[in-house]
């Protein structure tokens, strides 16, 4: 038992002062120089990249560096080796301490399947990103002769129709069939000579032909509004496709062309 003796108040002071000094160093030593030791505290572990290696190597590749790892979870992309990382928390560079886990996605070896959807009668731009959605890809369009401009008008995969609801995998190919904005068949052209404008336009319509200019024919002596003359002539021997255009001469001036609101109205 040490025991301190005083001849003052003042000696007491000085005493206790070196005892806490003394303490203080004790402190300080443990957790700035023991501890350390201890756990390596201070001693950190750059993460090496693990994207694209394969699951199969990365026990012994991370030993070599102090590290482990774990399978969080796996995803399925078709450019991608199966059992490769695709991700990796912490990420590449980051400092960690030795032992550390390194949680990683891997690739899976076979995709997920996946319900077709129904891309009938959308636009080709959305049928697109429709199937992007689904984890499906588009391949170059084929045209087929259809008023429809760009319509979707079948779905098919290796040549034959997809049905909706259809289980494939993700990632396939989906080739969409869509309309190039005009008819198939050539027929003779049709003659709106001697008709009224109206008329000649509800033809025109009903023939699944474009209406095109509506131009004014100021010298002809037929009555206003009458048909004078058209382009493609109806002249024997000249053909016409569905949804090509016709442009019309009328007897008096031209009608106006139908308002249109300004942008953004």
């Known amino acids: 038992m040490v025991t301190i003796k005083t001849n003052s108040r ?23 120089l023991y501890l350390p030791w201890r756990t390596n505290h201070g001693e950190s572990i750059t993460v090496p990249d693990l994207k694209g290696r394969s699951a199969g190597e990365l026990a012994t590749f991370l030993e070599e560096h102090d590290l482990r ?106 080739t969409l069939v869509v309309g190039n904005g005009a008819g198939n068949e050539l027929f003779d052209v049709p003659n709106y000579v001697g008709l009224p404008l109206e008329e000649a336009k509800a033809a025109i319509v009903g023939q699944n032909l474009e209406l095109g200019s509506i131009l004014s024919d100021a010298d002809s002596d037929k009555p206003a509004g009458t048909v004078t003359r058209q382009n493609p002539p109806a002249v024997e021997g000249n053909k016409i496709r569905q949804g090509e255009l016709v442009d019309l001469w009328v007897s ?7 308002a249109t609101n300004p942008p953004g109205q």
């Open 10 to 32: 003042r000696d007491l002071l000085i005493h206790l002062g070196i005892i806490g000094c003394l303490s203080a160093i004790i402190l300080l030593s443990f957790f700035f």
């Open 69 to 174: 790892y774990e399978v969080q979870d796996s995803d399925y992309v078709s450019n991608m080796p199966p059992l490769s990382v695709k991700d990796q928390y912490p990420k590449a560079g980051s400092k960690v301490k030795q032992g550390r886990k390194i949680y990683v996605t891997v690739i899976a070896r076979n995709p997920p399947m996946v319900a077709m959807p129904n891309l009938i009668d959308m636009s080709y731009r959305s049928a697109q990103t429709t199937l992007q959605s689904f984890g499906l890809e588009a391949t170059e369009p084929v045209y087929k002769p259809n008023l429809c401009m760009n319509c979707v008008l079948a779905q098919q995969l290796e040549g034959k129709d997809i049905q909706v609801g259809t289980r494939i995998p993700k990632g396939t190919k989906i």
């Open 252 to 258: 008096g001036p031209a009608p106006a062309a139908p």
